[in-house]
């Protein structure tokens, strides 16, 4: 059987897994946007201990191996979530650990950004009798978020390449089949290419959409540096 035959008999495998594995990508950018997001503003309006427990929490995730974070999370947690009869799938606690991982990194792309906004806006909106969090939520963050897509899209980027860590947590993912195809066919050249392949295409694909995204949204004269991992 040639490489084309052979991969076109495993696509389909693949293009299953490849499912679990947007699944978790989308799922841990938008916990790590959340949690990003409330950590970037403690950051930037927080009190005194705010902000160093957010430095804590950004430093522990930034300064130990994501791949330890999620052996933590779904061997660690259990025994301790057991007591109130909670148990982690492989799927959430790839997210969990995923999530609170790259909200470390979102943390500091928002925060950069939110500084980027001209600290005047804060005042006029104080000035025409907006409360503090009123002008953060309808001023200050609109205008952040449309300056972050750089940098952001840098960490959805990481996130879909990341995601193939949780194949130490026994999560079906697009890697976990891919090595399964791999042993089953005794072709691991040609199982791992197809593999790397489906990946390449999907962020090929995102960061298209991603381009498309930051022009129509760019803030004329405004930008933020993108970040790097």
Do not use: C
Request: proline share 4%; no cysteine.
């Amino acid at each position: 059987m040639g490489f084309f035959e052979f991969a076109a008999s495993i696509l389909p495998r693949l293009l299953d897994a490849t499912v679990t594995t947007l699944e978790l990508t989308a799922a841990s950018i938008v916990l790590g946007l959340l949690v990003g997001i409330l950590l970037a503003l403690g950051r930037v309006y927080g009190a005194r201990p705010v902000r160093w427990l957010t430095n804590v929490y950004i430093q522990f995730f930034r300064g130990t191996p994501l791949l330890v974070q999620l052996l933590i999370v779904y061997y660690g947690l259990p025994p301790y979530l057991a007591m109130v009869n909670i148990k982690l799938t492989p799927l959430v606690a790839a997210v969990i650990g995923l999530g609170l991982n790259s909200a470390a990194y979102q943390a500091e792309y928002f925060r950069g950004a939110i500084q980027a906004v001209r600290s005047g806006q804060m005042m006029a909106a104080r000035s025409i009798g907006m409360s503090r969090v009123k002008a953060i939520v309808h001023v200050i963050l609109p205008q952040a978020l449309r300056l972050v897509i750089p940098s952001w899209s840098n960490e959805l980027i990481y996130s879909i390449k990341y995601s193939s860590l949780a194949y130490f947590i026994t999560l079906p993912e697009l890697t976990f089949v891919g090595k399964k195809v791999a042993l089953n066919t005794a072709r691991t050249f040609e199982a791992y290419l197809v593999v790397a392949a489906i990946y390449l295409a999907i962020v090929i694909v995102v960061s298209r959409l991603l381009t498309v995204l930051e022009n129509r949204v760019r803030v004329p004269g405004l930008g933020v540096s993108r970040g790097h991992r």
